[in-house]
């Protein structure tokens, strides 16, 4: 199996929505038929019902695992709950409008002898009673263009009449020839499975509205990062932002929220087809809009030490993938179609375990999930219950997202499968005693610096030294040890100054003074105040007011590069009036 290698980001802000006009596939066939000749005399209906199916073809993978997608083979299936509409040929004017049913079915009643065409959105919606939502597939490189399959013009007649509508693959001999119609409903499918497992849990769910944006143009480059061309890196979800912050386009074109997906195939990278990969994405949005993820984000893989909240978050999405789909192997097609690279939720050895991997966060929360049977777990509670502990205790905890959070609420509010859960953490190497803020962790990773997971901090206590490594490495600065926690706990509100200083740990004589301090402070995961000036070796945050409760400060050094085990140290102090 080729080496598989997880670079999903996630950004987090406020949504944006996109236009509305569409992008139009015509189709090549219009399959069905159906009369439009009057009945034998009598007076002509005023109105006909026009009727039938809308698929698309999946192109699905092979079945040895490494051997990629098989587009020699699609499979066609129902478009569920897509909106469909009758068009006016003449004047563009929508006469109906549907969604199918969940076997691609529609109806829509017209007028007779009125030429028309079905247009199929790659939108599935549904306002009014919650459940609501309004999921599109949007184009990125055409001014966020909503895709549509639409029929050749006919005459709706003066009988009732079938036209069904199939949005092919456009796969060639060795490659894509055709118009790839049936990619942004592949992508929508997917969405339906995910929308499915939430509605299976909250019956009532609100989902926001979500844009999925793919286009032939998307590719994994890695150079200037730019949705307007395409050039988006890898398949990712965003929670949107401005220009500036997102860097997109050279800080020129504001990012818009969503997700974005890979479909450039002479790069050799696709997803549209790779379902856990897109539920997996629809994980963070679940996180984002229904939960919470304090993770930074940034690059991750399965032998990496990283950051509790990445290794969560991941985790999070890559278990999810396999609770939407009811299939614990994990496979993203590359070369083209010519291989895939995924793991097992059920039987992959993690290379990493601990509170740190994701890999054990994933394989935590799958076994959680699934029937019990294997050996080693017996924890068998299905979706509602995780979803609960997302929604709720995640939600509004003081602690930072992570496993121990996690863990520790699943355990309260299920406490007869809490020896079972405790199983599962002590099978990834996790104490089974530490409570949200891991605290009694012992399993440090090889990183002296990873313990304790927090350290306490009070206003108006001596200074205190705290020290971060890139033992684990510093890619994106997400890694095992690239940042510290310390917790403070105000009774009352006060008006706090906290200040960070490098400075050499007197306990260690091989450690050195963090050349740039950075500092964030957070409140149940709202950011309260960011402080990253540049060197030199000091920051500090004047005179914020602070209500009572649970804060946490991260500190980290923004110089710390490359793979070293010298620990970078810093004071840090809380003065309060």
């Known amino acids: 199996m080729p080496t598989f290698k997880l670079t999903r980001t996630v950004v987090r802000v406020g949504i944006m929505r996109a236009g509305a006009m569409c992008v139009a596939f015509a189709l090549s066939a219009c399959g069905g038929g159906g009369g439009s000749g009057g009945g034998g005399g009598g007076t002509p209906p005023a109105s006909v019902t026009i009727s039938g199916k809308v698929t698309f073809d999946r192109i699905p993978f092979k079945a040895t695992l490494g051997t990629g997608l098989n587009p020699t083979a699609p499979v066609t299936l129902p478009a569920r709950l897509v909106v469909v509409e009758a068009i006016n040929a003449s004047s563009g004017a929508v006469l109906a409008s549907t969604t199918t049913n969940d076997t691609g079915d529609y109806s829509v009643s017209v007028a007779a002898n009125t030429t028309v065409f079905i247009r199929a959105k790659a939108q599935m919606l549904k306002t009014g009673t919650a459940p609501t939502w309004n999921f599109r597939v949007l184009n990125n490189t055409n001014s966020n263009a909503l895709y549509a399959l639409v029929s050749s013009n006919f005459s709706s007649g003066t009988a009732d009449s079938t036209h069904n509508l199939n949005a092919p693959t456009g796969w060639g001999t060795t490659n894509y020839t055709g118009t790839r119609t049936a990619a942004p409903f592949a992508i929508l499918d997917t969405v339906y499975s995910t929308r499915q497992l939430i509605v299976s849990a909250v019956a009532t769910t609100a989902f926001p509205d979500l844009d999925l944006f793919w286009s032939i143009d998307n590719k994994p480059t890695a150079g200037t990062f730019c949705t307007t061309s395409g050039d988006i890196g890898t398949t990712f979800y965003t929670g949107g932002g401005s220009a500036a912050a997102s860097r997109n386009c050279n800080s020129t074109v504001a990012l818009s929220a969503g997700i974005y997906v890979l479909g450039d195939f002479t790069q050799g990278d696709t997803d549209e087809f790779d379902q856990h990969v897109i539920a997996h994405e629809f994980g963070h949005y679940v996180e984002n809009r229904f939960s919470r993820s304090d993770s930074p984000g940034g690059d991750h893989g399965f032998?990496?030490?990283?950051?509790?909240?990445?290794?969560?978050?991941?985790g999070w999405g890559n278990a999810y993938s396999g609770m939407v789909l009811n299939d614990p192997v994990y496979r993203d097609s590359q070369d083209g179609v010519n291989t895939d690279g995924g793991f097992n939720l059920e039987s992959t050895v993690p290379p990493v375990h601990g509170w740190f991997s994701e890999s054990s966060v994933q394989s935590i929360l799958w076994d959680v999930f699934d029937p019990a049977g294997e050996s080693g777990d017996t924890v068998a509670l299905g979706f509602a219950p995780i979803y609960s502990v997302l929604t709720n205790s995640q939600a509004s905890s003081d602690a930072l997202t992570s496993i121990f959070e996690f863990a520790d609420a699943l355990r309260s509010a299920n406490p007869t499968a809490a020896t079972g859960i405790n199983a599962l953490l002590a099978r990834e190497s996790i104490t089974t005693t530490s409570d949200a803020f891991g605290n009694n962790e012992t399993h440090n990773g090889g990183s002296t610096t990873a313990l304790p997971v927090y350290s306490d901090i009070a206003v108006g206590q001596p200074q205190q030294i705290v020290c971060t490594?890139?033992?684990?490495?510093?890619?994106?600065?997400?890694?095992?040890?690239?940042?510290?926690?310390?917790?403070?706990?105000?009774?009352?509100?006060?008006?706090?100054?906290?200040?960070?200083?490098?400075?050499?740990?007197?306990?260690?004589?091989?450690?050195?003074?963090?050349?740039?301090?950075?500092?964030?402070?957070?409140?149940?995961?709202?950011?309260?105040?960011?402080?990253?000036?540049?060197?030199?070796?000091?920051?500090t945050v004047n005179s914020l007011a602070l209500a009572a409760g649970v804060y946490i400060i991260e500190v980290y050094d923004f110089k710390l590069s490359g793979i070293s085990t010298t620990p970078h140290c810093m004071t840090v102090s809380v003065t309060g009036m």
Do not use: C, H
């Open 303 to 314: 032998s990496d030490e990283v950051d509790m909240r990445v290794a969560y978050s991941e």
């Open 469 to 539: 490594s890139a033992a684990a490495g510093s890619t994106s600065g997400n890694k095992l040890g690239n940042s510290r926690f310390l917790r403070l706990t105000l009774p009352t509100a006060t008006t706090v100054t906290i200040n960070v200083t490098g400075a050499v740990d007197p306990l260690n004589p091989a450690s050195v003074a963090a050349a740039d301090p950075d500092l964030v402070i957070y409140r149940r995961g709202f950011l309260q105040r960011s402080e990253a000036d540049a060197p030199p070796a000091v920051e």
